[in-house]
């Protein structure tokens, strides 16, 4: 047998030392638990954040996207979707996706012949007990949702009739219905809980509604398919990525304006966004770039872009701001990075295409980070 080990046998070693010396310490004060939503298998993986194994996977029905708890901590909530999955689109010479609608390799994931519409709905998982109690009718093809400042209702995304729905999850019952533009997706509540986004994928509309009337405050244009939106701690301002155009927008969010856009390094096309616990700093998951980007939050700088797993969607960040966990959903693992060190130190094995991801603190207060 060799006395050397192949360069990929030697990296292994070393992302496993990292990860047992380097996150020794802050694996024993973490605790919290990673959940996270598997497209794929049709579950929820739960992750134990001090020994970074997975304790549970539970099963909750098709297509499991946006994820989310309740303030308490009780509570997970999990977008479910009866729309096949379809691949992601081909891109042009200048990475823009070719769309032909109609066809198999339509964006995303339009196919109404051959959906489940009994498959659409919000599935409610007791973390506790580690068991699904019910689900609950959202509006069609529900992707991603936000939840109230007072965690009484989810703001939801109807991805294919273009409207967003207001759930009462006390009452199980959909109380609003609000139209946008095609194809909804990203929804943000700020911080202040008046307001929230949704962000229209197909023209890159940029609508804010108030969570008092429901009415449609203002909308914007950024273009490139908006994939997500947070906010400052403060709430002043916002971050949206442009998907296909590999762009990110910091907003105005008391003006409701777009004040600056910068390109993301070459390749990226971000996904999922998160600001930092502090908020100095905005972190992008960049999907077929393989990489989760970091921002300078008052400048738009890029100061760093991460090398993670393959094509990472969700991120979530520990509320020490010490590690992101990002879901690379065809690799069907999640990342683990030091963001002191600035590096993946780990991986960590999910379900089947992994999508969404939030940190639930065991103590009980919120953990949609």
């Known amino acids: 047998m060799s006395a050397f080990l192949s360069d990929r046998a030697c990296s292994a070693v070393l992302g496993a030392l990292l990860l047992r010396a380097g996150l020794l310490g802050v694996q024993a004060a973490a605790n919290y638990q990673i959940c996270v ?51 992601p689109p081909q891109l042009d010479a200048h990475g823009n996706p070719i769309l032909h609608k109609g066809k198999d390799d339509d964006d995303d994931d339009d196919d109404d012949k051959k959906s489940d ?10 973390l506790e007990h580690k068991k699904l109690l019910r689900k609950i009718h959202a509006g069609s093809d529900p992707e991603q949702f ?40 990203g929804v943000g509540t700020s911080p202040n809980g008046k307001f929230f986004y949704v962000t229209c994928e197909d023209d890159g509309e940029i609508f804010a509604v108030d969570t008092t009337s429901y009415e449609v405050i203002t909308h914007f244009n950024v ?40 390109q993301l390094p070459k390749g ?16 992008a998951s960049t999907g077929r770039g393989g990489t989760v980007c970091v921002l300078d939050s008052s400048t ?49 094995k999910a379900g089947q295409s992994p999508w969404g991801l939030i940190i639930v603190p065991n103590n009980g207060s919120n953990g949609t980070l």
């Open 37 to 87: 939503s598997n497209e794929r298998s049709g579950d929820i993986t739960v992750i134990d954040g001090a020994s970074l194994k997975a304790v549970a996977t539970i099963p909750v029905g098709k297509r499991p996207r946006g994820i989310i708890a309740s303030p308490d901590g009780k509570t997970v909530y999990v977008a479910l979707s009866g729309t096949p999955i379809s691949g």
């Open 117 to 126: 519409k009994s498959a659409d709905g919000i599935a409610v998982v007791d």
């Open 146 to 185: 936000a939840l109230s400042k007072d965690g009484t209702r989810l703001y939801v995304s109807n991805e294919d009739v273009g409207t967003a729905s207001v759930l009462n999850v006390g009452t199980g019952k959909v109380e609003q219905i609000i139209p946008v533009h095609r194809e909804p997706e």
């Open 223 to 262: 273009g490139g398919r908006p994939r997500s939106a947070d906010f400052l701690p403060d709430g002043s301002q916002a971050f949206i990525p442009s998907e296909s155009a590999g762009e990110m927008h910091l907003i105005d969010a008391l003006n409701q304006k777009v004040l600056k856009t910068i």
């Open 268 to 283: 990226s096309r971000p996904m999922c966004v998160k600001v930092s616990p502090d908020g100095k700093k905005v972190y």
């Open 300 to 348: 738009l700088e890029v100061l760093n872009n991460i090398k993670v797993g393959q094509r990472p969607w969700g991120i979530a960040i520990s509320s020490d701001g010490k590690l992101l966990y990002s879901a690379n959903g065809p690799s069907n693992d999640i990342s683990v990075v030091d963001l002191d060190a600035q590096k993946e130190v780990g991986r960590i």
